[in-house]
Structures are given as structure tokens and as C-alpha cells.
């Protein structure tokens, strides 16, 4: 099972977050923290709540970047979660089998039953997916969801992660990386989505589409009209309106 | 093998809950639907209603943590009763009976005497329709809401002017404007709508431009953000309606259709009728009419009005159109790009190009849509076409000292470009627009109060010129506040931060009860913390409270509690009946007016009573009117839930207007309906009435529109409603302030009317500014997107993002001061010094510093560990901001009365010491009773049978 | 990273461990080595003691030691789970070997060259479980297997040498071989501090975030104002000046002197020479120590790029 799966199907399910509309209002962690308290991998535990050292499990934080200097730069809100990669470290450095890769849609899940929390995976995952439960002595990571993406209990339209319900602006879409012809696809090949880190060889299943730059609109420049010039105020005197 | 490694158990297809209920979140101001989902008797998880007209289905950060609001350790659990010294947070736990009685006992004296000496304020309000009808039948004028701290800038501004406003009156078409421009916005009440929109606008490709001293939140996404010095908005503004005269890149059609830009304006200065509109003997306005070459009836549709001339009125005076005064004004050099760059440290180059981006957008990608529609006069119009510009402002431009007259230089800059409720544009949000502005005075005048009577009329409202101010014949203030004196004579929500300090001192008189709802006063919602604390705990020489009683309404622990004699627990958002009505902050949207209410969805395991009914419970001991029958009984026995149902404001309009009529069939007004909470709850909630297509522009001009809106209530006619360039009221204010008529300003205020009553807006550098040498930064608070206020930190999810905050200081500024990331610094005022830890960021002006708001707690506050970060990493600006300057004026708009926090100015300088920040003030006991924190949060594991 | 005190004695003591057992083995093939019963009881004893308490500790890290067994099944892909049971198979080669010199006073050629290449594997399993990890540029580079052995061997040698001179046994290679191997080791050390100091990995937050294109990238805010798990596991910092002046620790008290002692023990009589030894063999050993938590302190991950790390 630790291995990835030999023959991986073609659906690749994963996210794909627009930074460019990533308002940073951690609306999409707080709505999975909320979910997944209670979900899969129940609980997601906050230690010392209302302490100094507060200290809780969340399967995605929302961190802040400034890139490039000063006003030319631009400021960008980043969420990150797990990628679902297609060649993730994170399974195959597992001793016990309970990480693995699902077959049948790509999904990265950690087995609670069979994790020794030995904290490998965690160090094996360049992008920070990985959440020890000290409480639970187990890893705990995002699961897209899996007990809403394919919940029959749910109305179809909610079949979505959390986090992608919830995102105010947008910026969070769901679907089938796998599938050239699904909407995420298209809109990965439309906004040149990427992958962090690429240089690791993990293919991450999620896209980031990068923040368009500033927009500075063609407009013709206001040239001072000969009347107003001339005349002033009085410009407006003889025009002819009605009510 | 199975054995050795297991298949994970995923089960696909759990059922998340026994039961879903609908309400309305209430981790924030802008109330978004709700489903909360409920799994043996638990909150189990809380998602957006979809089909919710507010969020879509969307939620925030913090209506995702309503789970973890409703289980906090700060939450009130029994009436307290003050034990120890007023401040010292002891306390013993009461009944409600014992609390109620003596709560009639304070009242009912107070009421017998002198009702003004009831101070009732309340703070993050939902209730104010029935909070300001009751302080109106105690008989006290000093009533109002937070508003005056808030944004009455932009309200006043707005209502004064196109008669609705951004705040919650108004949005912009997010559906057709081709270009954004945002002054000043962090998060705002309509957090998510905003961020809906912001989403759409994007996605079509429009471009959002973002005006604020720092790059974080919404100015992160935008195309362009403009680094604005503080304070100095109106200045660019002006700048860009200099620039757009000069080019004649105004929408002159829109401007005679719809606004005041041709109404004549009487040239006789020195007399009591210089710079008031001309008008005919029934006061109708006068304008040229060019057909006829006469003066006209400037509201009939017949005319064809003159924007430029000098001309002759009947009675010999001259007079010329306001838009005349307007363009003189504004086409003059001293509003050149090149000044404005000066100000603003905006370049010339930008503003200009901002100009001519505005004018292409507006005046050539125009919005048609094939929607006909009928105007006021019943023309008909077989489209609607817009210029999509559209633009959104709040408190970066309200909460300075020019804040008044900043947003009024927006609106102009709107209307001048013709993008009021157009396609694209700015759209009003039912029940707005209203006359502008709208057609309620406020109570309180001498006279108007009386010992045991109702007050006739609602303690705010809106002035239109000296005879409408709450004054005593010399001059003194009638309320308490000084709201409608001539210190801010259009306060039109009262000013709530004047309270505490003029109730100290006595000034215009002593009160004998401060009552307070939802307002952390003595902390973040406080100026100048040290001496808002000092004030209410000093003792006059007789040994007793300056201020003799305080009577406050909380929820949870917060740093306010300590400071009354009186606590009366709330229940939570998720615990109680509340409303959300038209007569209140709606949340409506331009589409249509919406209203919607809370219910309970989980019943209190405390001693608490939803403040709403321990009001409307005070009420009937104190037998005010309207809350008790003739034979003293309760006239609405089952609380506020019933009391939402049955009263009715005017005959047919009520707190609710969904489901109005005894059948629930009327839609805005009718008769009581028994059923109507019911009806609510089936439909999750809320109601929307959707406007007709052909209603949903122009709405201040639209015949359709008007008729609809006159029949529910929102305005008393049909007529159109003009858009006020020119604020007459303000002419008259200035003319007192010259010495006209009979209620003038006292003579040291004389100077100050006649110069900030301007009629058409102007820009002055913030009073902070002026006179605040040696310290040359601005400091700005933004609101963080995941915390509401202080309250969000007892809230265990929320506070693991927003723990502790930091000084954002700009790298350059930084470098310039040998200040590093992380460093501590102290930042100084003229107050005091605060001190705190910094961060380095590229994406702010230079000249200014930030951070978040209300992150700092007082250690021992909300329920959390004395030595949590809140207290210890996390710093208050306050402390540092003066409710008074320097010279002991407010510190605030000198129209409004809105408090000027964002005109603060500081120098910064390295701190040593401990990493901890200051002041730190004596930590506070837990209320008796409180719940222990616990060490350990495992929420959840229950629903998967996890211990 | 988090220097774990169990991971840094696991595999401090089990390198050593078997360092010890593999060089027996070799002594004993090489005919350098007697089955003497009191020498080998001593010997295995630390041996097989080291290698078992460094895969005890080991289980002190786990969040569930009762379930380690299943850290056993995935030796497929695992280099954990390969060094688990590599650990545990050469158990039977090493008793078999210790049983035949101990209670049979006699050497099994088969047990000892399964024991040498246990022991080996082990190691090399060992620090595969760091080389293999990519996100961790001062542990996936060829430097770490080398060293695991190297070291292993060296501090082996010194326990080794310490039970010659204790034993009086006639090993005339031992110090030299002591010698030849703190210079491996402290050649290689040098080496992977140049490299380390050289180098950074590939990974920068401009490639974290992908917004390189825009240009620098520094952090602004972190996702939550505490710190998390992952900044305490994967965030650990040394200060530059405090690694500088255990690096050379390492190298002046673990190598250095260790050589010098064991060089002099070799010259010494029994009574001096046992004494040098035992403060060479501590000495070392504490050396290893000190470079195994420094290879951990020393080690940045690519996650900390998130957290505002210009490098890792
Ligand atoms: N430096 C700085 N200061 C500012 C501002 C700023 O921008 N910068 N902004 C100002 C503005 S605009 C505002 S509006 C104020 C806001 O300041 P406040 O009005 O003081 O707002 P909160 O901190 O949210 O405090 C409201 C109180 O309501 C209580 N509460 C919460 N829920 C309930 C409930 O259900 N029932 C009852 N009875 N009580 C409840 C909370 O416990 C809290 O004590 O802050 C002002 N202060
Ligand atoms: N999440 C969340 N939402 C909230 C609240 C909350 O506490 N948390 N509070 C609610 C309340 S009570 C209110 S009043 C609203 C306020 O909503 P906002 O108006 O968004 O309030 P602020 O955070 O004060 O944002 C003011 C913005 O103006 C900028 N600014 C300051 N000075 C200037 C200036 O001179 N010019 C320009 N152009 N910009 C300037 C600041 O940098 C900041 O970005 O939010 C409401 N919504
Ligand atoms: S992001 Fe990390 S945890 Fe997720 S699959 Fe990739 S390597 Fe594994
Ligand atoms: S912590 Fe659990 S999931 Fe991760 S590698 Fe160890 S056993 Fe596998
Ligand atoms: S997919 Fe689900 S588990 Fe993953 S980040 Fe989104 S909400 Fe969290
Ligand atoms: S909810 Fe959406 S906008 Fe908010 S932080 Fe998450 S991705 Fe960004
Ligand atoms: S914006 Fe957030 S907190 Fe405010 S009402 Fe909506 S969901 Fe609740
Ligand atoms: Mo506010």
C-alpha cells in the first residue's frame, strides 16, 4: 500500500487556487478545520486553546508574501494544503503502509488505525502538508474532503471540499487534474497554472494560477477641451439639456 | 496482508446530522445566512445558506468558527453584582430578579426626575429599531449607537448627498462596472459580498484599483494600488474632478437630469439668503430654463436648464447654477495634479492617468441593458445605459478629521461622471435612496423632554440647518453626547466616544446611569484607554463614582465587564430570537430589499437572557409606553420574538415585512401576521422582495421604483430624488455661523462653522496633522479579515491566527530608522507610548505604519490564560489616539462628529527590554462562575466515536 | 530540524552498535580476534546493548510504539522499514556469531560475514532514511551515507580499541585503524560542512510559491501568530557562531584527540592505555553525538521556506 499504486487511474482530483483573487481571509482553513473536526479524521486538536502556547491541527493555512520590492512588487495571499502529488515522497517513505495513494482518484489519506507516528511522511513533504496529532500520536493531513466529495447523504452541488464551498472570492476550485477536458484543466492551461516547487519531482496534483500583474489601462490621455480651456466654467453655458 | 496493513476505513458517505436549522450568523455585522448543523443536540458544523441573498452560500473565517464562539470559557454565565472596587473585575453572581429590580429601582428615579440623566448606548447593534424606540418612550435623548465612532462620516456624507451611501446603503454593480476604485477599505461590513463581488469583477477582466496606505487584503488583488498618505484622499479626489472639468469629461445629461447642478444659487453676500437655492413661493427650487429664457421650476421636466450664467431672479438678485460654483471652484490651478502630488504623494502623472482611465471607462464603454424602463416623470426610456465606474469607500476615508467632506468629494466625482444608480455604477440598496437628505429630525430639544414623558420623536436623525440642533437658547448642548450642538451639528448617530469623558465631567450636565449594550468601551472601541479607564472608576470628593452607575450588556468576559456595577449576561448569536429589519442596518442588496431573522438553534445552559427581552422586560416595570397595556401588563408577553411579530412602527409597518398581512400574503406592509417567524424559518431565515428589472437602476428617478418604495414605506413620495452636489443644509449652518438668524454658534465656534460648512466639498489637512510637530508617521488600524473586533479572540480557532499583532512598519522607513524585522519598538504619541514588535513589509506608504485592530487584550480578558499572547504580544493603538486635541476640541470631524482615528500621528524608536509589549495594565480575575479553559480541545472526536 | 534527543541516540548508538559488531567480525576473519569468552561477553554485549537501546529509543519517538511491528511491513519502498528489518535480521547472524565466540569460544565465518553485512545494511539503511529525503538538502546528498558508516565504524573502532587495551588482547591494528578512520571521518565532516556551507538547495521561496516571476519573495505574515508543529519539527535554527563552535568541538574533541589517545594508548602500557582509550572511546562517541544533533540542527527543510527562510 506504501508504494504508490502501481497502475494510478486517470482521475486526478485536486485544486486549483487563484492567487490572483486570494483575498488572504482564511475563510477556506477555518471552514476545514471546522469540517474536518468532525469528519475522517476527527479530531483536528487545538493544544492549550486558550493558553500561551496555542497550537492546533489545520489542513490548510493561509500565509502572506510580498514579492518583488517595494510598490512594483505585490503583495499575495497564499493558501497551502496538501497537493495530492502524483509522486509524493510522503507515501513511499512510509514504514507502516498508512499513508498511501488512492488509486482511483489520486487522494493522499493517512490510515489512523495503522499510523505509528513515526513523523517520517511530515519530513518527506516539501510543502509543509502534514499535521502530527499529538494527542491522537498519528498524522493527520487534508483529505479533500473524501467524506464530502463523494457523500451521498449531500445534496450534489455540496459535493465539493469544504474550503472550495466556502471561499468567498472564489479562488478555490475542485475537479479532475486528470481530465484535459475538465473545467479545472481548462482553466490550469488558460491562466498558465503551475506547481510549487517542481524542481522536487513530486508533480503535485494542485495548481496555483499566479497573480496577473498591474493593470495599466490604455487610455488616451485627458487633453483639456479647447471650450473649457478658453472659457472656463462659461464652457458649459451654452449647451442645450433637458430634464 | 490485509493484516499487516489494513485498508484504511474511509467512510464515504457519513451523515453529518440529525437536523439542520437555518439563521443568521452573527460573528460579524454583515449577516450572512446560515445552516447550522446540529448531531446529538451539538453544533456539528455551520455552512453558508446558498440560497442566502447576502453570502450566496459563502461563509468568512469567522462564521466558520461560530462553533467555536458559542462553546468559549468567556461567555457570561449568571448576573453579576459588583463586590469590589469598579474596575477590579469582582464580582458576585445575582438572579435576574434581584438584577432587574434594581436596574427598575436606578431607572424608574431616573425617570421620575430627569430621564436625560439615562445615558443608553449601544455598540455592535442589531437592534436598534427597538433600542432608539425604547430610549424615545423612557423619555432620554442620550441614546445612539456606535455609529459615531464608526462611519457616520460616509453615512452623512452619503445621505446628505445622493441620499443613500456606501456602508450598507449601497454597493457597486458588480455585475457591470468595468472599473473599481476602492478608497480606503480593509474587510467593511459587507465582508462577503465584497469579496463575491471582487471575485466577479476580476473574473471579467475589469480593473480594481485600490487607494490605501497599505497593500494587504483586497489592495493585494488590485490592478493598481495607490499608496495614499492618510488623510489626504479628498485632496486626489478633487484632483481627478480638476482634471475631468478640464477636459469636459463629465456626464452634463446626468448632471441636469438628476442632481442640483443647475439650481440656482443666490449671490448676495453679506445678506441671510447668500448661497441658498433661489426658490419660487411654494420653495420649489428655480433654475434657467433655456427654452424659455426665464427663470423655471428646476423639479419640473419641462425645463431646459442652464449650467453656466449669471442671472436675475424676480426679487432683483443674482444667482447662477451650483454647477457653476462647483466647476469655479474646482478649475482652479490650486487643484492641479501637481498640487494634489504635493499632498498626497500621489504623482501628478498617476493622477492624471486615473483621471483619463476614469473617462474612458465612463464615457466610452458605456452599459447598455435592454431593459425599458419609465422615469419619474413617466418617460419611458427603451434602455437602461450606464457609465461603469463604479466605486466603494469606508473607513480610510471616514475616520479622519475631513472624513465629511472626503466622501462628499467621492460622491461628487461619482455624479460628475453619471455612475449613481446606473448600469456599472454605484447601485443604492433598498430601502435607499431616501430624500436627501432623509426627512427625520431628532428629538431632544428643549422642550421635547420632560420628567416621565415619551420623547415625540426618535432621539436621531437628520439636521438641516440651526433650528433643527439639540441646543438651550445659549448655546449648550442639549444631550450628553453634544451630538446636533454646534460641535458637530450633523452627528447624525450620535457620538458614543464622547460619552464616558462628558459624563465624568459633567459637561453639558451629570447623568446618574451609563447604560451600555455590546461596547467594549473601556478598551478597543475607547480613545485615549488610560484615561477612558481612569474616568470610570474616579470618585468625586464625596467618595462616590463620577459616573454613579454603569449598566452593561455583554455576551462574555470582556475588558468592559470590570467596569460596571451591573453585569446582565447575553445569550449567544446561536441562542436567541434576533431581527435584522429595514428599519435598522438593512442587508438588502440593490436587487431587492431583504430582511431576516436569528432563532434559536440551541437553547442556553446558563442563567442568560437575550438582551432584547430584558429591555423590552425593563420596559414594562418602568410602564413605558407603548411596552405595557393600559392596565400595566405586558404588551408583549412572549418577549421580543412576539414583540418582532405585533408591533407595528407605523399602521402596516413593522419590525419584519416579509409575510406581512394576517395571511402572510403582503410583501413590505400589512397587517400582523401570527405565522410570520414560521414563515421566516421555512424560507431559512430571511426575505427578499426581488425588484422588476425595470426597477433596478436609477431607483432615485424611477417611477416604478418610487411607487414600489412609497408603498412599503422606504420614502413618503414619489418624487424624484435629487442628487445634492450642492449641500444647502451646510450653507445654512455657515450663514448662522455669520450671524443670521435666531440659534447662532457660540462665538468660539463661529470661525470653525463658518469654514468647514462649506456647501461643496473642500480638503484640509487632519487637525492631528496640523498640530502634531515632531511626530511625522501616520498610524492606521485595518480590520483583520478572520476577527470581528475584540471578541473574536476567545474563540479558539480564530485566535491561532490573529494571537498577537505586529507593528507593520515599511522597509524603506525601517531602514531610514535602523529598525529590523522583529525588532520591539516604542511608538510614541502625544499621548503616550505603546510598546510593540515589528514587521517589515514593502506594500505600505512611507510615511505611515499599521496594524491589526483589536488584537491586544487586557491580560485576564475573554476567558484566556493571563500570560496569552493577546496580552502580551499583542498592543492596542488606542492608548495612543486623543478622543480631544491637543487644545481640548474633539478629535473629530467638525461636521459629524465621527472620530478622527486614523489622524493619529506618532514617531517610532527602538525599545529594549523584554519581548512583552506595553502598557500592561493590572490583569483581571475571571468572572465568578466562569468556566476553566480547558488545556486541551478535541472538538469533534465525538462525532466520529473518537474520544 | 528538530534534533529529537531519541533519533540522535538511536542512531548515534546503533551506528556504533554495529560498528562495534561489524569490526569484531572482521578482527575475528582477519584472525586479528580470539574467541575469548570474557572479551566477546563484553564486546557483544555493548555491541548488540547499543544497537538494541539506540532502536528502543527509537520507539520513543513514535506517537504509537505499540504499533511498531507494522513499521516492518513496507520494505518495498521504505527505508525505515527496510533499516527496521535489516536491524532485526541481523539479530540472528550477530547472536549466532556472539554464541559461537561466547559460549562455544570459537568463530563462525558464516555468522561473521553476515554479520559484517547486516550490520552494513543496517547502517546504510540508516542514513538512507535521511539521504532520501528531498526536502532536506543537507541530507539527501552523497555525503550522508558515507559518514553514517564512516562514523559508526570510527566510534565502533574506539570501543573496540578501549576492550583491547582493557582485555590486554595483542590487536596491533586496532589504534591505527582508530586513526585511519577519525581521518575518514573528520575528512568527511570537513567535507560536508564545506558542501553544506557551499551549497543550498535547489528549492527557494521564489520556487515555493512559484512567484518568483514577479520577483523576490519575502514572507509577510505566517498563517498563525504561534508557532505550529511544523516549525517546531522542521523550523529549528542554530545560530551560525554556535554551529561554528560545535563544528569544531567535532572535530578537536571528537576526532582529534580520540586519534591522538588511542595513538599514545598504543604506546602506552595496559593500566595508562585502557585509561586513554576509555577517555578516547567517551570522547569520540561524544563527538558523534554532538555531530548527529548538529546534523539534524543543521539540516533546513524546504517547508521553512513558508515560514520566512530565504533558503534551505
Ligand atoms: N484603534 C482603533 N479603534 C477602533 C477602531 C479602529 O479602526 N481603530 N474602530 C472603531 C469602530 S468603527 C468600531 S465599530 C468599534 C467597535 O468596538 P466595539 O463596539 O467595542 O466592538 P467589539 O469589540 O466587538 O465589542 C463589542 C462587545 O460586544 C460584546 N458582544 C459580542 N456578542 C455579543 C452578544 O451577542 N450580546 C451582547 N450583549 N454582547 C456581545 C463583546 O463581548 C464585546 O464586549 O471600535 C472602534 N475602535
Ligand atoms: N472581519 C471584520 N470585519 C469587520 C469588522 C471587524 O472588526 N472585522 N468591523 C466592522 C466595522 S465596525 C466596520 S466600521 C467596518 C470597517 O471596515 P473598513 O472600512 O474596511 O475598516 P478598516 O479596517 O478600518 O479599514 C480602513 C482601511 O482604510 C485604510 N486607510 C486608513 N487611512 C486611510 C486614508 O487616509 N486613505 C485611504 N485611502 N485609506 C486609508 C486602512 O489602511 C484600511 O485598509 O468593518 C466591519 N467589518
Ligand atoms: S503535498 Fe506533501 S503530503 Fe501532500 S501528497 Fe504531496 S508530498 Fe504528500
Ligand atoms: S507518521 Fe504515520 S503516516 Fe507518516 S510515515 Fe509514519 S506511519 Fe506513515
Ligand atoms: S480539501 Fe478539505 S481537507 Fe483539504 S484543505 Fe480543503 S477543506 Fe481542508
Ligand atoms: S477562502 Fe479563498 S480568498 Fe480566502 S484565503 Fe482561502 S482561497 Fe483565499
Ligand atoms: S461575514 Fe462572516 S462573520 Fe460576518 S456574518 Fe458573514 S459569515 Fe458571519
Ligand atoms: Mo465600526
Not at chain 1, 479533500?144 to 466556502?166: F, H, K, Q
Not at chain 2, 435612496?433 to 432621539?459: I, L
Not at chain 3, 578512520?181 to 553544506?196: E, N, P, T, V
Amino acid at each position: 500500500m506504501t508504494s504508490l499504486p502501481a497502475s494510478p487511474g486517470a482521475k486526478k482530483l485536486g485544486l486549483v487556487i487563484d492567487l490572483d483573487i486570494c483575498v488572504g481571509c482564511h475563510a477556506c482553513a477555518v471552514n476545514c478545520k471546522e469540517w474536518n473536526a468532525g469528519g475522517h479524521s476527527a479530531p483536528l486538536t487545538d493544544l492549550d486553546p486558550y493558553g500561551k502556547d496555542v497550537d492546533g491541527v489545520w489542513f490548510n493555512r493561509v500565509h502572506s508574501f510580498e514579492a518583488g520590492d517595494h510598490d512594483c512588487g505585490r503583495t499575495v495571499h497564499f493558501p497551502r494544503s496538501c497537493l495530492h502529488c502524483e509522486t509524493p515522497d510522503c507515501v513511499t517513505v512510509c514504514p507502516t503502509g498508512a499513508s498511501y495513494k488512492r488509486a482511483e482518484d489520486g487522494i493522499v489519506l493517512v490510515n489512523p488505525d495503522t499510523c505509528i507516528g513515526c513523523k517520517l511522511c511530515s519530513w518527506a513533504c516539501p510543502y509543509g502538508a502534514r499535521e502530527f496529532d499529538e494527542t491522537d500520536g498519528v498524522m493527520k493531513k487534508c483529505t479533500l474532503c473524501i467524506d464530502r466529495i463523494y457523500n451521498e447523504t449531500m445534496e450534489e452541488v455540496d459535493r465539493v471540499p469544504a474550503c472550495v464551498s466556502t471561499c468567498p472570492v472564489s479562488a478555490r476550485h475542485f475537479g479532475d487534474l486528470g481530465d484535459p477536458e475538465s473545467d479545472v484543466s481548462r482553466l490550469v492551461a488558460a491562466r498558465q497554472g503551475y506547481d510549487l516547487m517542481p524542481e522536487l519531482g513530486y508533480k503535485p496534483v494542485n495548481k496555483y494560477l499566479p497573480p496577473r500583474m498591474p493593470k495599466r489601462q490604455a487610455a488616451p490621455a485627458l487633453m483639456p477641451s479647447e471650450e473649457v480651456a478658453a472659457k472656463g466654467f462659461l464652457a458649459w453655458l451654452d449647451r442645450m439639456l433637458s430634464r | 496482508m490485509s493484516f499487516l496493513s489494513p485498508p484504511d476505513r474511509v467512510d464515504l458517505s457519513v451523515k453529518t446530522a440529525d437536523e439542520v436549522k437555518t439563521t443568521t450568523c452573527y460573528m460579524c455585522a454583515c449577516r450572512c445566512g446560515i445552516k447550522v448543523h446540529l448531531k446529538d443536540g451539538q453544533l456539528r458544523y455551520i455552512e453558508g445558506n446558498r440560497d442566502h441573498p447576502v453570502n450566496k452560500g459563502v461563509l468568512c473565517a469567522k462564521g466558520s468558527a461560530g462553533i467555536m464562539q458559542h462553546n468559549s470559557p468567556a461567555r457570561l454565565r449568571k448576573p453579576l453584582l459588583r463586590t469590589g472596587e469598579r474596575g477590579s473585575g469582582e464580582f458576585r453572581e445575582i438572579e435576574w430578579a434581584e438584577a432587574l429590580d434594581l436596574a427598575t429601582g436606578w431607572l424608574a428615579d431616573i425617570r421620575k426626575t430627569d430621564p436625560r440623566k439615562l445615558a443608553f448606548f449601544t455598540g455592535r447593534d442589531q437592534s436598534q429599531a427597538l433600542t432608539g424606540w425604547w430610549a424615545s418612550a423612557f423619555g432620554t435623548p442620550n441614546y445612539a449607537a456606535h455609529g459615531g465612532f464608526c462611519s457616520v462620516n460616509m453615512a452623512a456624507a452619503g445621505l446628505y448627498t445622493i441620499g443613500g451611501s456606501f456602508w450598507e446603503f449601497g454597493e457597486p454593480d458588480w455585475e457591470h462596472a468595468r472599473y473599481f476604485l476602492m478608497f480606503g477599505v480593509a474587510e467593511d461590513h459587507a465582508s462577503n459580498p465584497i469579496k463575491i463581488g471582487l471575485g466577479k469583477l476580476k473574473g471579467r477582466g475589469a480593473k480594481f484599483v485600490s487607494v490605501n496606505p497599505v497593500r494587504t487584503g483586497y489592495s493585494a488583488i488590485a490592478d493598481e494600488w495607490i499608496g495614499v498618505k492618510p488623510g489626504t484622499d479628498g485632496m486626489l479626489v478633487l484632483a481627478l474632478v480638476h482634471e475631468l472639468l478640464k477636459a469636459d469629461r463629465i456626464d452634463a445629461d446626468y448632471l441636469v437630469r438628476y442632481t442640483n447642478a443647475p439650481w440656482l444659487v443666490v449671490r448676495a453676500p453679506g445678506t441671510a439668503g447668500d448661497g441658498l437655492f433661489a426658490r419660487d413661493d411654494k420653495g420649489r427650487p428655480l433654475c434657467w430654463d433655456k427654452r424659455t429664457n426665464a427663470v423655471g421650476d428646476a423639479l419640473s421636466a419641462e425645463v431646459s436648464p442652464a449650467l453656466a450664467g449669471t442671472y436675475r431672479l424676480a426679487d432683483g438678485r443674482e444667482a447662477i447654477p451650483s454647477f457653476q460654483l462647483l466647476a469655479e471652484r474646482y478649475l482652479d490651478p490650486a487643484y492641479a495634479p501637481e498640487k494634489a502630488a504635493e499632498v498626497t504623494g500621489v504623482s501628478a502623472e498617476t493622477i492624471r492617468r486615473i483621471a483619463a482611465e476614469l473617462a474612458e471607462v465612463a464615457f466610452s464603454e458605456t452599459v447598455t441593458l435592454d431593459v425599458p424602463w419609465t422615469d419619474w416623470a413617466g418617460r419611458r426610456h427603451q434602455t437602461m445605459v450606464g457609465r461603469p465606474v463604479a466605486m466603494h469607500a469606508m473607513r480610510g476615508i471616514s475616520a479622519h478629521a475631513n472624513g465629511f467632506h472626503t466622501c462628499r468629494a467621492i460622491h461628487m466625482l461619482q455624479t460628475l461622471l453619471g455612475t449613481i444608480d446606473v448600469p456599472g455604477g454605484f447601485r443604492y440598496r433598498p430601502p435607499y435612496p431616501r430624500p436627501a437628505p432623509p426627512a427625520v429630525r431628532p428629538a431632544g430639544k428643549p422642550g421635547q423632554v420632560a420628567p416621565g414623558q415619551a420623547m415625540k420623536g426618535p432621539p436621531l436623525g437628520f439636521t438641516t440647518g440651526p433650528e433643527d440642533l439639540l441646543v438651550e437658547a445659549d448655546g449648550t448642548p442639549c444631550r450628553i453626547d453634544k451630538a446636533f450642538s454646534w460641535e458637530a451639528p450633523i452627528a447624525a448617530h450620535g457620538l458614543m466616544h464622547h460619552v464616558i469623558r462628558n459624563a465624568w465631567a459633567g459637561d453639558p450636565y451629570p447623568i446618574d446611569t451609563l447604560f451600555m449594550y455590546m461596547a467594549n468601551m473601556s478598551w478597543n472601541s475607547a480613545m485615549n484607554v488610560p484615561e477612558t479607564m481612569a474616568m470610570l472608576t474616579d470618585k468625586d470628593s464625596s467618595g462616590a463614582y463620577r459616573i454613579p452607575h454603569i449598566i452593561y450588556s455583554d455576551a462574555y468576559a470582556s475588558e468592559m465587564v470590570s467596569y460596571a456595577d451591573l453585569v446582565l449576561p447575553d445569550t449567544t448569536y446561536l441562542e436567541r430570537w434576533d431581527c435584522v429589519s429595514l428599519l435598522d442596518r438593512p442587508i438588502s442588496d440593490a436587487d431587492g430589499a431583504a430582511d431576516a431573522i436569528r432563532q434559536p438553534v440551541v437553547t442556553p445552559d446558563r442563567d442568560v437572557r437575550a438582551f432584547q427581552d430584558v429591555v423590552l422586560d425593563l420596559g414594562v416595570r418602568l410602564g413605558l409606553p407603548g411596552m405595557v397595556n393600559d392596565d400595566g401588563s405586558a404588551r408583549y408577553p412572549g418577549g421580543y420574538s412576539d414583540y418582532l411579530v405585533r408591533h407595528e412602527r407605523a399602521p402596516g409597518i413593522g419590525s419584519l415585512a416579509g409575510w406581512r398581512g394576517a395571511d402572510g400574503s403582503s410583501d413590505g406592509a400589512g397587517a400582523p401576521n401570527p405565522d410570520q417567524l414560521k414563515r421566516y424559518i421555512d424560507n431559512g431565515c430571511f426575505w427578499q422582495h426581488e425588484l422588476a428589472p425595470d426597477q433596478r437602476y436609477f431607483k432615485h428617478a424611477n417611477q416604478s421604483y418610487l411607487a414600489y418604495a412609497k408603498s412599503v414605506g422606504f420614502v413618503g413620495s414619489t418624487d424624484p430624488i435629487i442628487l445634492q452636489l450642492y449641500v444647502e443644509p451646510m450653507q445654512k449652518f455657515r450663514l448662522a455661523a455669520q450671524g443670521h438668524g435666531p440659534v447662532q454658534p457660540p462665538d468660539r465656534l463661529r470661525a470653525r462653522t463658518e469654514k468647514f460648512f462649506d456647501p461643496l466639498p473642500i480638503w484640509y489637512p487632519p487637525f492631528e496633522h496640523e498640530t502634531a510637530d515632531g511626530f511625522p508617521l501616520s498610524a492606521l488600524t485595518q480590520r483583520p479579515m478572520a476577527m470581528y473586533h475584540s471578541w473574536g479572540s476567545q474563540n479558539a480557532w480564530l485566535r491561532q491566527i490573529h494571537g498577537a499583532n505586529r507593528i507593520y512598519v515599511g522597509r524603506r522607513l525601517g531602514e531610514r530608522e535602523g529598525i529590523a524585522d522583529d525588532d520591539w519598538i516604542w511608538i510614541e504619541s502625544r499621548l503616550g507610548r505603546v510598546k510593540a514588535q515589528v514587521r517589515l513589509m514593502d506594500g505600505v506608504n512611507d510615511e505611515t505604519i499599521w496594524t491589526w485592530n483589536a488584537i491586544g487584550k487586557r491580560s485576564g480578558t475573554w476567558g484566556l490564560a493571563k500570560d496569552a499572547p493577546e496580552s502580551q504580544r499583542g498592543f492596542l493603538l488606542n492608548h495612543l489616539i486623543g478622543d480631544v486635541l491637543a487644545d481640548g476640541a474633539p478629535n473629530a470631524d467638525p461636521v459629524t462628529g465621527q472620530a478622527a482615528w486614523y489622524d493619529l500621528r506618532v514617531r517610532i524608536g527602538k525599545a529594549d527590554g523584554p519581548p512583552v509589549s506595553e502598557p500592561q495594565f493590572q490583569s483581571l480575575p475571571r468572572p465568578p462562575g466562569a468556566t476553566e479553559p480547558t488545556g486541551l480541545l478535541r472538538y469533534g472526536a465525538r462525532f466520529r466515536g473518537r474520544s | 530540524m528538530h534534533p529529537a534527543v531519541s533519533i540522535i541516540f538511536f542512531t548515534a548508538a546503533s551506528g556504533t552498535g554495529y560498528g562495534l559488531l561489524a569490526l569484531l567480525a572482521a578482527g575475528a576473519l582477519a584472525g586479528h580476534l580470539a574467541a575469548s569468552p570474557g572479551f566477546g561477553l563484553c564486546a557483544f554485549g555493548l555491541g548488540l546493548g547499543l544497537v538494541g537501546a539506540g532502536l528502543l529509543s527509537s520507539l520513543g519517538h513514535l506517537g504509537h510504539p505499540e504499533r511498531a511491528w507494522r513499521a516492518l511491513t513496507q520494505w518495498r519502498s521504505s527505508w525505515l522499514s527496510r533499516e527496521g528489518v535489516a536491524a532485526i535480521a541481523t539479530f540472528v547472524p550477530a547472536l549466532v556469531f556472539a554464541g559461537y565466540w561466547v559460549l562455544g569460544g570459537s568463530i563462525s565465518a558464516a555468522a561473521a560475514v553476515l554479520t559484517i553485512v547486516g550490520a552494513v545494511v543496517t547502517t546504510i539503511c540508516t542514513a538512507m532514511i535521511y539521504a532520501s529525503l528531498k526536502p532536506v538538502h543537507a541530507w539527501r546528498n552523497p555525503w550522508t551515507v558515507p559518514i553514517y558508516l564512516v562514523l559508526g565504524f570510527y566510534a565502533g573502532a574506539l570501543w573496540l580499541a578501549l576492550l583491547v587495551f582493557a582485555f590486554d588482547l595483542q590487536m596491533p591494528g586496532v589504534s591505527l585503524l582508530v586513526a585511519m578512520l577519525g581521518l575518514a571521518g573528520s575528512a568527511l565532516k570537513r567535507g560536508y560542512w564545506a558542501f553544506l556551507d557551499r551549497g543550498r538547495a535547489d528549492s527557494t521561496p521564489e520556487t515555493a510559491t512559484g512567484l518568483g516571476t514577479i520577483g523576490k519573495v519575502r514572507m509577510l505574515d505566517p498563517p498563525h501568530t504561534e508557532s505550529n508543529y511544523l516549525q517546531k519539527e522542521m523550523g529549528f535554527r542554530v545560530a551560525r557562531k554556535h554551529s561554528a563552535r560545535l563544528r569544531l568541538l567535532v572535530l578537536v574533541a571528537g576526532f582529534g584527540v580520540p586519534i591522538l589517545l588511542s595513538l599514545l594508548a598504543n604506546v602506552s602500557g595496559t593500566g595508562p592505555a585502557t585509561f586513554m582509550s576509555l577517555l578516547a572511546a567517551v570522547l569520540g562517541s561524544t563527538g558523534v553525538v554532538v555531530e548527529r544533533w548538529l546534523f539534524f540542527a543543521e539540516a533546513r527543510h524546504t517547508v521553512t521556506l513558508y515560514y520566512g527562510a530565504s533558503h534551505a
